[in-house]
């Protein structure tokens, strides 16, 4: 039996058989019909999805945006269960998502949504513990879960809360202009005195927040909350109109305007001003 190969595919057709057939064995090993040639690699489509899923995160402020994104990432998911990236990206989105139905008073909506991301965050911190993101929007999750289901259940979440955030300020303090810190900062603002409530301590973390990132809405709207309670009024006054002047963040746009309205209520309750 001959080996054949078309002379496009093998320009050597005619090399001829020498030393018992050798040379045909060379000329198989050289000319390789394409059938039979390993596949050409396919690329990866996981990075161009993560960055078009990131794209449409930030549009987020559309809420059809959003939606999109959820599917995209969702799609990565079912592709690739354990891809650490999409669902630390999942958890982030479903706090977004939760509170936009907080919002519009959908508390069970809003409830379902934030144990969703609660599971995204807690499947990303198994896959990389090492990692910032997993245990920040874990803990951001959990928050938001413990402020929607009331006071009482809400305590036995806040060591969880705060251990997720200490790991946060360890692996990296900058993350997000420092939430890791300013959520640290909330969690003794918010919490009774027998949970370690302390305003004061909230009041150095988050002076120490804005020495880093001067203009962070979250910062300034936490540490005005805190003079106020003090009775620092006119320092909390003019954190709350610094919060209206700063200008448009493309990063955290819904973000900042949702603090401008809580800075605006505020003006307008405890000043009776506002604009």
């Given at each position: 039996m001959s080996l054949r190969f078309p002379h496009r595919v093998c320009p050597l057709r005619n090399l001829k058989m020498q030393a018992g057939g050798l040379a045909?064995?060379?000329?198989?090993?050289?000319c390789v019909p394409p059938a039979l040639a390993?596949?050409?690699?396919?690329?990866?489509?996981?990075?161009?999805?993560?960055?078009?899923?990131?794209?449409?995160?930030?549009?987020?402020?559309?809420?059809?945006?959003?939606?999109?994104?959820?599917?995209?990432?969702?799609?990565?998911?079912?592709?690739?269960?354990?891809?650490?990236?999409?669902?630390w990206r999942m958890a982030r989105l479903d706090n977004f998502?939760?509170?936009?139905?907080d919002d519009k008073n959908d508390d069970k909506q809003a409830i379902r949504t934030f144990e969703a991301g609660v599971d995204a965050g807690r499947r990303a911190v198994s896959l990389q513990k090492d990692r910032v993101e997993g245990h920040f929007w874990l803990g951001a999750n959990y928050g938001?879960?413990?402020?929607?289901e009331g006071w009482i259940k809400g305590l036995r979440l806040l060591d969880t809360i705060r251990a997720e955030m200490e790991t946060v300020v360890k692996l990296d303090p900058?993350?997000?202009?420092?939430?890791?810190?300013?959520?640290?900062?909330?969690?003794?603002y918010r919490a009774p005195f027998f949970k370690g409530g302390d305003k004061q301590r909230s009041i150095q973390l988050l002076e120490d927040c804005l020495r880093r990132f001067p203009t962070d809405?979250?910062?300034?709207?936490?540490?005005g909350d805190d003079y106020l309670a003090v009775g620092r009024r006119d320092e909390a006054r003019q954190l709350y109109e610094k919060v209206l002047s700063l200008p448009a963040d493309p990063a955290h746009g819904p973000e900042l305007a949702e603090n401008q309205n809580e800075a605006r209520s505020r003006l307008e309750h405890e000043f009776r001003s506002g604009r």
């Open positions: 045909i064995l060379a000329l198989a090993s050289v390993g596949a050409v690699p396919v690329p990866d489509p996981t990075p161009t999805r993560l960055a078009t899923a990131d794209n449409l995160y930030q549009q987020r402020g559309d809420m059809v945006k959003a939606e999109q994104c959820s599917r995209v990432l969702r799609d990565v998911l079912s592709q690739d269960p354990n891809n650490y990236d999409a669902w998502i939760g509170r936009q139905q938001l879960l413990a402020e929607e900058n993350y997000e202009q420092a939430a890791g810190q300013r959520t640290l900062a909330r969690l003794y809405s979250f910062s300034l709207l936490y540490l």
